[in-house]
């Protein structure tokens, strides 16, 4: 019961938290100077033509009634019409997220294989030059930001060495016959393998570009928590027991190191999702943190909303999901 009621809590303070968000962005945009009916319209337009659009898209109203009107549109579904592209906000937003959470996916499943393989490296072999080395890695990779990353791999293996694709999503030449836009699970679902493997070699170097930052923290923790657990009482038995030390590590250590790990990665897959902004502009790629670029550019009111809530509604939805599967695999949590 306490549990379900620590749940219910969760979703109300979730659902807060997003009318919050709708409120600060939707103020905070509108005071930004620049007038986006003015960006629409030709040199030659009329003050006629600039009121009229004004209307339509309801910026004449106060700021206050504005809001009013959009959030009782969302409340039906109805994120209101992208100003550059006339089209419907929540179809842009949905056709492009895909793109963005499978390369996040990507990005998290290259992090936790590095940083679980730096962290199971250096805790088998502490103390020795190699975990120095590990240590030295790992502060590298944190301090380059994400986008220099980025930079450094388009130079290195899109310039220097072109071993793989530096910009797009797909290679536009081939025939794309998805009835999805999660290209990269679909072209797999359908055994189209060639598709997948030109669809994984557009999105391995910016994914690569955000996961190094991630995979050093998970590699720090990790460690740190897998060394803690080395002195505890049932792992010594196990080493009585005659079984080797990768034997402790990866069957008694881990298992019970593993737990800060998983809040950490699910923590850091929001902040994943928020990076993917400036790295798909890097790489061209068609994802929702390029439209979102594209939208603050253009001062696409509808669709910055639309994009801020998007996300807002992932990053709690994560840290919801995360939280939860915290106290389902945490028996003290559970049954506190």
Excluded at 171 to 180: A, G, I, N, V, W
Excluded at 188 to 208: G, K, Y
Aim: glycine share 8%; net charge neutral; hydrophobic share 55%.
């Amino acid at each position: 019961m306490q549990f379900l009621q620590s749940v219910l809590l969760r979703l109300c303070t979730t659902l807060i938290t997003l009318i919050g968000v709708a409120v600060i962005v939707f103020f905070v945009i509108r005071v930004v100077p620049g007038n986006p009916i003015a960006m629409m319209l030709p040199p030659g337009a009329t003050e006629a033509d600039v009121a009229r659009l004004t209307a339509l898209y309801g910026l004449d109203k106060t700021i206050p009634q504005q809001f009013l009107i959009w959030l009782s549109g969302v409340a039906q579904g109805d994120f209101g019409t992208s100003i550059t592209t006339k089209q419907p906000v929540l179809q842009l937003v949905l056709s492009r997220l895909p793109a963005t959470l499978e390369l996040s996916v990507m990005a998290l499943c290259i992090a936790i294989l590095i940083g679980g393989f730096m962290a199971l490296t250096g805790t088998r072999l502490r103390g020795s030059k190699t975990e120095a080395a590990i240590d030295i890695g790992n502060g590298m990779a944190l301090s380059v930001p994400d986008f220099l990353w980025g930079l450094i791999l388009i130079l290195s293996f899109g310039v220097l060495m072109p071993i793989f694709h530096i910009s797009g999503r797909v290679t536009p030449s081939l025939p794309l016959p998805f009835t999805t836009n999660f290209y990269l699970t679909e072209s797999l679902l359908r055994l189209r393998f060639d598709l997948w493997l030109d669809i994984a070699s557009h999105m391995f170097m910016p994914a690569l570009a955000l996961a190094i930052p991630l995979a050093a923290i998970i590699g720090q923790l990790l460690k740190q928590s897998l060394k803690e657990t080395m002195h505890l009482d049932y792992v010594t038995l196990a080493r009585t027991k005659g079984y080797s030390e990768t034997h402790v590590i990866l069957r008694e250590a881990l298992p019970n190191a593993i737990l800060p790990t998983l809040t950490l990665v699910g923590v850091q897959f929001t902040f994943l999702i928020g990076g993917t902004v400036i790295i798909e502009r890097l790489f061209s790629y068609e994802g929702l943190g390029n439209m979102a670029i594209d939208a603050v550019v253009n001062r696409d009111l509808p669709l910055i909303q639309g994009i801020v809530i998007l996300f807002a509604v992932i990053f709690t939805g994560v840290n919801l999901l995360v939280d939860l599967t915290y106290a389902a695999l945490n028996p003290r949590l559970r049954h506190a």
